[in-house]
């Protein structure tokens, strides 16, 4: 499924290794991309800071985001490993993270639906040549059921907790980040949180509630643009539109509209996890757009949320358009161009139809044939032979 959106990837090595786990979790996220984008637009609209507000729709952004995405990605995660027996003890064990655990709990579902599967894979390889026949589907259903629901309970009481442990520790390291004025490297951490869907827990839970303390003796706060600032998403979002995997970016704009004029960023975090390189982007571009803001002085009076453009420019002190707007289009410009030449400027993502290759190679071939493709030069081969 993983080789749907991002080329099969040879060789070893640490790049190669990086490469296949990249491809391997966006083989769990972007088959969910659907699912992910009518989230965001349920949330955008209807929350009581989106479009339309609406008690009753909003109803729906909660339960979404913290039980049916996580079970979607621990069910795709299972079905790679094991097909679809393993797609459904992997969502039954994702229903154990979701309980354990207060944020959404995208990464725990990512780790227990594909070790979910992988056990239950190793226990039919072990009954399925001592099971008699006629007690196959006895077997399957109980070994699926007892696999299922014991890594449940591995993920209430332990897979749940580490989560939300490694939540706390980037928000404590933030903390000292702000504490001891070292805003822009705060992006190394927030940025990465962020992808790892611990955002609303890094903006809440940390830098909310200092960003209204110091909006309060200040009157605006930085604190406030640290995560929410919605230019290296953009930034990145562009990038795929222009230079992404064909495949993709036809995408990219619907997710530019929710993630830019619709505040939403878990959007586009999915796009990095398919290329983890990229989130060397979104750090530069989130670094450079604190920078500005540090510079001009900028600040917001309030939390923007969700993280529009149209929140940031409701929640602006008068006066101060010029350092804010700066800051995004910054960021969006930075996030852009690192994450274009680390995809290659198109080049590099690997579905390119033609492979270049030496004039007069491949089993001595003229060189008018020296670009083509795989399948055509042994075609071309097998005929001359």
């Not at 579902?109 to 039919?124: E, N, R, S």
């Not at 940390?206 to 919605?230: D, W």
């Not at 995809?343 to 020296?370: K, S």
Request: hydrophobic share 50%.
């Amino acid at each position: 499924m993983a080789d749907t959106y991002t080329p099969t990837v040879t060789g070893t090595g640490v790049k190669a290794s990086i490469q296949r786990f990249g491809g391997y979790l966006a083989g769990m996220i972007m088959p969910n991309i659907g699912a992910f984008i009518a989230w965001g637009l349920i949330t955008a609209l209807f929350i009581p800071t989106g479009w339309l507000p609406n008690e009753t729709f909003a109803k729906l952004v909660g339960p979404i985001i913290s039980s049916l995405l996580p079970i979607l990605i621990g069910y795709t995660g299972g079905r790679m490993v094991h097909g679809q027996r393993g797609a459904v003890v992997g969502a039954v064990a994702t229903m154990g993270v979701i309980v354990g655990a207060e944020v959404p709990m995208f990464l725990g579902a990512m780790i227990i639906g594909p070790l979910t599967a992988f056990l239950l894979k190793l226990v039919d390889g072990f009954t399925g040549k001592r099971t008699k026949a006629g007690f196959e589907m006895l077997v399957d259903n109980f070994t699926a059921g007892i696999v299922g629901g014991a890594m449940a309970l591995v993920g209430l009481l332990v897979i749940g907790p580490v989560v939300s442990a490694v939540t706390d520790v980037a928000g404590n390291a933030v903390s000292w980040l702000v504490d001891h004025s070292l805003l822009p490297v705060a992006s190394v951490l927030i940025e990465p949180a962020k992808v790892l869907f611990l955002n609303n827990a890094i903006n809440h839970g940390v830098l909310g509630p200092l960003g209204v303390a110091e909006a309060v003796r200040e009157g605006k706060s930085i604190l406030f643009m640290l995560e929410s600032n919605p230019g290296p998403g953009l930034g990145l979002l562009l990038a795929y539109m222009f230079f992404g995997p064909k495949l993709l970016r036809p995408s990219a704009p619907a997710a530019i509209v929710i993630q830019f004029l619709g505040g939403i960023h878990e959007i586009y975090f999915p796009y990095v996890l398919m290329k983890p390189r990229l989130i060397l982007a979104v750090i530069a571009g989130g670094a450079s757009g604190v920078l500005v803001f540090m510079v001009t002085g900028a600040g917001l009076v309030a939390t923007p949320a969700p993280g529009s453009i149209f929140a940031y420019l409701a929640v602006t002190p008068k006066g101060g358009w010029f350092g804010v707007i700066a800051g995004i289009l910054i960021a969006a410009a930075v996030s852009f161009v690192v994450a274009s030449a680390l995809l290659g400027f198109g080049r590099a993502n690997g579905d390119q139809a033609l492979e270049e290759v030496p004039a007069g190679d491949a089993a001595g071939l003229p060189e008018d044939t020296a670009t083509t493709t795989t399948d055509e030069r042994v075609q071309r081969a097998d005929r001359e032979v």
